[in-house]
């Protein structure tokens, strides 16, 4: 029997800042389900992989996986998100409030946060071009991790965008003629600020 795997076409699709957070969620909870099944048969965590024994080196944390472990949760994730969209279906975050953050805005800013280290370029872009200005300006570090992770995956005049719309979030102090932007110790640029 030949096999040919003929997928849902998503190449049309687009994905939001929400579902890109989405995707790392679902990502982490594949793992979480294919380990907690494996678990339940019997296996174990093993240096390498031994059916015999039933002990496999994959059963560990989410975030220990190698990242090409990560990377094949993420796709699967990804690809699964976007086949539901193709379809037709519509997938909606719950609604936020208006005026000051709530505590879903709250929750949104921190999954972003905890997912930036994690995402690659092609995550990253639409993650900026989806951006939401009020809830990003209410939480600095976002721009400032994805600054870092841009500067990480080599990509300096992304990072220089980032940071230069996040710096108007950031405190300025005055030093002799000209003023300056606190940045997060984490984050550094490659020339040094030189005061005249």
């Keep these: 029997m030949t096999y040919h795997p003929k997928p849902i076409d998503t190449s049309a699709v687009e994905l939001s800042q929400e579902m890109l957070a989405l995707r790392e969620e679902l990502a982490k909870n594949a793992h979480d389900v294919w380990a907690e ?61 208006e005026g000051p953050p709530n505590k879903r805005d709250l929750d949104t800013s921190s999954q972003i946060l905890r997912n930036l280290a994690a995402l690659d370029l092609s995550s990253l872009l639409p993650l900026w071009r ?28 992304f990072a220089y965008d980032v940071l230069s719309e996040g710096r108007s979030g950031l405190k300025i102090f005055l030093c002799g003629n000209c003023s300056h932007y606190l940045w997060p110790a984490a984050v550094r640029l490659n020339k040094p600020m030189i005061c005249s």
């Design 130 to 157: 989806e951006r939401s200005s009020e809830l990003w300006s209410e939480t600095p570090e976002i721009y400032s991790q994805l600054g870092q992770q841009m500067l990480n995956l080599g990509e300096p005049l």
């Design 37 to 97: 099944r494996r678990m339940a048969d019997g296996w174990r965590y093993g240096d390498r992989r031994d059916d015999v024994r039933k002990e496999h080196p994959l059963l560990v944390p989410y975030e220990q996986l190698p990242e090409s472990e990560k990377a094949y949760d993420r796709d699967v994730a990804l690809q699964t998100i976007k086949a539901i969209l193709a379809r037709g279906y519509k997938i909606e975050p719950p609604k936020r409030s």
